[in-house]
């Protein structure tokens, strides 16, 4: 009897919608992007990983990886770090984009550290930054304070996308925050990271292999800032 | 400071405040005196009361006393001490006659108030301690069939004993970094990463065992922050002679073995014990190599003695244990491969404490006190294949004390104690090591502390003290506590207490001086930093100094400020019921803190004080014994223990978690799960039934979830899967003894967590049910 009347009760709101000339916008289903190399190690010293002190160099219109970490053929690198194909850079936990001292491209980004990802409805018409241009967190100590690398996503436990804990030895994402950019093409994007531990585990130890990045992110690319399409 | 030094001076305090002239007499016609005696013994502080009225007096030092009777004619005198039964004795006064009536008592069969000493350096019953004060005695230890510190504790109601680097003490919910170990009064040593073992004492010799909650750094110093808890033996009385042996068995190997031998004399006293204390260990995780606890024997010899010459008493404790454990681990090595290592490990500590109790005149006793110890560990990590040695680290700590205490007793109404000492403490051992100059890590302190107790009526008991630490390597500081006993009537206790407490830095946050060869960074204690910072400066090491470390003033100690306030009332003979709260500020907690930057990229670290967390709760206890020879005790405690600046940072909004399908949520104060490891619910039960000598006890103890990791990022426990799901733990202890021509046969059996709960690998000290059987024979 349940079953029939919630039923009925989905027909009348399915023939309602139908009704109604207005479509109610959806987010724009968001893409992953699994295990990009950061510079994994290639060997292990007594104290942790050791890599070979490369970036992977990612494009984020194509989900593709522009230049990977283990390629360390100088030729090959410089082609490809001093193009525009890529738009984000992994290193370990530095993240980078390619544009003011990172790179040639005209990406830009900004950091929003209390916007959950799902919740991030519109990309902000401002606010955006080159690395470089940013002022990260200084570093408080009772002596005095410094200011941090000017990346758009500042390096160091908690004051960008992750925080480390020493007791687990473990690099987790911080949730609740979202990096949003504007693509070297012109889409305006917004991404989180999921994991930083090889085959996404859900509770990573320090037995798993650090510098694998697992992404989440929307592009929208009809040059909107929107984050929600009427498209079905 | 040995309870028998102060039996007289005990009493004093004891009885002798709340029993007082509460009328100053006119100058009066007739008078009663005498001495109060027991076996010849004068009885200080013995209340002498005219019966059915409030007019009375209490005996002085010498058992004196001198009482003006309101009129001439027949009269009744009542005469009480603690520990004595209560006497009337009858007497008539012609008009300004001086009446010589001597009064003998006698010892009372049950001591009715229980003595504790370990509240305000002084013996003092139990009832009339303003701060919270659980004794556990010797009796209730031998029901409960209790070996180690841990197996009492953990009973104890708002305590908590937490696996972090061996079995901590939780009191008011600080981890038990923050609490003071006593052996007869003087503070056991050797922690690691701030962890005393309670499970490193054995509770063999023990009369009974004192915790006190709230800070009592005021009297004791650095780390009676959030509690003391006391070991205090007895020496046996005179003209007894003891011997005993007892032998336990249990799951996993468990054995442990005592043999104790004491002697009274009415001149001398002592007593010793032989512990061994062993286990095969046990593993959780048979999966992976190495056991979840290693297999160790652990050996405790004791020897305590007091000699009586003339007035002044002369008392030695010693004691030294060694325990040697082997367990194995895997470690990953660079090739992915698990190897499998062993680990040994060997603990030798030992203490000798001589103490001198001198009376001087009537009203003054002075107890000097020295007390030495040395705690020293080695630990060897070596590859199970070829015995190849991957690390070793050593470890040794001295402390030496020298101390005096006056205690003054100026009348029924005000008793005074001022004391001072000297401490001198050395470090060696690998990360310990000697600073440019050459020197170990050494320290130095010098304190003193005064407590007066004021009495100004029946019904109130004023007690403040203060202490005074000037330390080598840390700020000095001044520590006062101020409490308040208030009976408006019998039966009715009311207490409150506002203080502080201190906790020294830790010896790494003092003394460290470590740099990471693999990794690249480098740590130093406070006092190493300005140096270690040169040095690696000098070196060319530094990229960027973010301010310089010779700016910084001397490291504080981490404080506290504290409130408790509590009430207990006897609603009939049988029923007792006590409730409580108290409340903890804590700031100037230690952490590690960036100082410079290296070329290397790495950082270089200094200790520094920046967090600030608080613990609050409420309690409650009833006991009843509701039939003969039946006993019931239960007990709840609430907890709320956080961290400042995240508690901030949620009421801000700023903080999210992560659910397991991915979703970003918003966290409000009430997903936060406080610091890890405590738990906001708890309770404990103990039920004893009682027919003659055999006794069934039943204990149990519930602890509600609490957070034990962060897996979403925000530091802190808000998911379900980063809590240990609560539990209940039950203990069925079943004793009885037999006299027999050979001497006293104690058979015990036993069965701990009776329904065999276990959390896996979270909690490794629960392996779930185990069974022991224990028998001894005494003479």
Redesign the interface.
């Known amino acids: 009897m349940n079953r029939i009347a919630l039923l009925a009760l989905a027909g009348v709101l399915t023939l309602s919608a139908c009704d109604s000339t207005e479509v109610e916008p959806v987010p724009i289903p968001a893409q992953t992007a699994d295990d990009i190399e950061a510079d994994p190690a290639t060997s292990f010293g007594p104290q942790g990983p050791v890599g070979n002190g490369l970036f992977t160099l990612f494009d984020l219109d194509t989900g593709q990886v522009v230049l990977s970490s283990s390629e360390t053929d100088a030729t090959a690198r410089a082609a490809d770090s001093t193009g525009t194909a890529w738009d984000i850079g992994f290193r370990a936990t530095t993240i980078i984009f390619n544009n003011g001292i990172s790179g040639p491209g005209s990406v830009r980004a900004q950091f929003l550290p209390t916007t959950p990802f799902a919740e991030l409805t519109m990309a902000p018409a401002d606010g955006y930054l080159a690395d470089g241009e940013n002022t990260c967190p200084a570093v408080q100590t009772p002596g005095g304070t410094f200011p941090g690398a000017p990346l758009v996503v500042c390096g160091g436990s908690d004051n960008g996308w992750y925080n480390y804990n020493p007791a687990a030895n473990v690099v987790t994402p911080i949730p609740g925050n979202t990096i949003v950019f504007q693509t070297s093409e012109g889409d305006y994007g917004k991404l989180r990271v999921l994991s930083y531990y090889r085959g996404n585990p859900a509770t990573p130890t320090e037995n798993d292999t650090a510098r694998y990045y697992t992404l989440e992110y929307v592009i929208q690319d009809d040059g909107t800032r929107d984050f929600q399409t009427t498209d079905n | 400071m040995s309870r028998i030094a102060f039996s007289n001076l005990d009493l004093v305090l004891i009885k002798g405040l709340w029993i007082l002239l509460l009328s100053p007499l006119a100058v009066s016609a007739q008078t009663v005196e005498g001495v109060v005696r027991s076996g010849g013994q004068p009885i200080a502080g013995a209340s002498v009361r005219l019966a059915d009225t409030v007019r009375g007096t209490s005996a002085g030092a010498d058992g004196t006393y001198r009482l003006a009777l309101p009129s001439e004619g027949p009269f009744r005198l009542t005469v009480s001490a603690v520990g004595y039964e209560t006497t009337e004795v009858a007497g008539t006064a012609a008009v300004g006659e001086i009446v010589r009536l001597d009064i003998d008592m006698v010892q009372a069969q049950v001591q009715t108030d229980r003595v504790v000493v370990t509240a305000t350096r002084s013996p003092k019953a139990l009832e009339d301690v303003a701060v919270p004060t659980t004794v556990v005695d010797a009796e209730t230890i031998r029901q409960q069939g209790a070996l180690r510190l841990g197996d009492v504790l953990e009973d104890v109601p708002g305590l908590f004993v937490f696996d972090d680097h061996g079995g901590g003490v939780q009191v008011q919910g600080f981890a038990s970094d923050y609490t003071l170990i006593l052996l007869d009064g003087e503070p056991v040593i050797g922690r690691l990463a701030g962890t005393l073992d309670v499970d490193r004492l054995t509770v063999a010799g023990v009369d009974r065992i004192e915790v006190v909650e709230g800070p009592s750094s005021s009297l004791y110093g650095s780390e009676a922050l959030a509690g003391v808890v006391n070991l205090v033996t007895a020496m046996p009385a005179p003209g007894t002679e003891t011997a005993g042996a007892r032998l336990r068995a249990g799951t996993f190997g468990e054995t442990d073995l005592v043999a104790e031998a004491a002697v009274g004399r009415q001149r001398w006293a002592a007593r010793a014990f032989v512990n061994r204390y062993g286990s095969d260990g046990y593993d959780l995780t048979p999966e992976s190599f190495g056991p979840t606890v290693p297999s160790f024997t652990d050996w405790t010899g004791d020897f305590r003695s007091e000699v009586r010459l003339g007035a002044s008493r002369l008392s030695l404790g010693t004691r030294m244990a060694v325990e040697d454990q082997t367990g194995g681990f895997a470690r990953?090595?660079?090739d992915g491969t698990q190897v499998p290592y062993i680990d040994t490990g060997r603990r030798v500590d030992w203490s000798v404490h001589p103490e001198w109790a001198v009376p001087l005149g009537d009203r003054f006793q002075l107890t000097t006190t020295l007390y030495g110890a040395r705690y020293q560990t080695e630990t060897r990590f070596r590859r199970q294949s070829d015995g190849d040695l991957l690390y070793s680290d050593d470890f040794d700590q001295r402390f030496g004390k020298a101390e005096a205490q006056v205690d003054a007793l100026w009348s029924a109404r005000h008793a005074t104690i001022l004391g001072a000492g000297i401490t001198d403490e050395r470090l060696a051992g690998d990360r310990y090591t000697p600073d440019a100059a050459g020197d170990a890590p050494n320290a130095q302190q010098v304190f003193a502390f005064a407590q007066h107790e004021w009495a100004p009526s029946r019904a109130w008991a004023v007690s403040a003290s203060a202490r005074f630490d000037a330390h080598s390597d840390y700020a000095a500081r001044l520590t006062p506590k101020l409490s308040v006993l208030a009976r408006p009537r019998d039966g009715l206790r009311l207490r409150a207490s506002v203080g502080s407490g201190f906790k020294a830095p830790a010896f790494r946050q003092l003394y460290l001086a470590f740099t990471?060869?693999?990794?690249g960074y480098s740590v130093f204690g406070s006092t190493r930093l300005e140096e270690g910072v040169a040095e690696l400066d000098a070196q060319g090491q530094l990229a960027?100094v973010?301010?310089?470390?010779a700016?910084?003033g001397d490291i504080e100690a981490e404080s506290s400020v504290a409130f408790n306030v509590g009430v207990a009332a006897e609603l009939a003979p049988w029923l007792t019921v006590e409730a409580g709260g108290f409340w903890n500020e804590v700031r100037d907690l230690i952490e590690a803190?960036?100082?410079a930057q290296k070329t290397n990229g790495q950082s270089v670290f200094?200790y520094?004080?920046?967090n600030r967390i608080y613990t609050r709760g409420l309690d409650a206890q009833i006991s009843m014994r509701p039939a003969g020879g039946l006993e019931v005790a239960g007990s709840y405690q609430f907890l709320q223990a956080r961290d400042r600046e995240i508690v901030d940072a949620l009421a801000d909004?700023?903080?999210?978690?992560?659910d397991?399908n991915?979703?970003?949520?918003?966290l409000s104060l009430s997903d936060y799960g406080g610091l890890f490891g405590r738990s906001p619910h708890a309770a404990t039960l103990r039920t004893t039934l009682s027919r003659g000598d055999a006794s069934a006890q039943l204990r149990g103890r519930w602890r509600s979830r609490y957070g034990f990791?962060?897996?979403?990022?925000?530091?802190l426990a808000n998911r379900d899967?980063e809590f240990v799901a609560g539990y209940a733990v039950f203990d069925l202890t079943l004793t009885n003894s037999w006299s027999t021509q050979a001497g006293r046969i104690t058979a015990q059996a036993g069965v701990d967590n009776l329904f065999d709960v276990t959390r896996a690998t979270l909690v490794p000290s629960m392996p779930g049910r185990t069974v022991f059987a224990t028998l001894g024979l005494s003479f």
Request: aromatic content about 14%; proline content about 5%; cysteine-free.
């Open positions: 990953r090595e660079s990471n060869a693999a990794a960027q973010f301010f310089d470390p700016l910084l803190q960036p100082v200094g520094f004080n920046v909004g700023g903080v999210f978690g992560r397991l991915g979703r970003d949520y918003r990791a962060d897996f979403d990022g925000n530091r899967d």
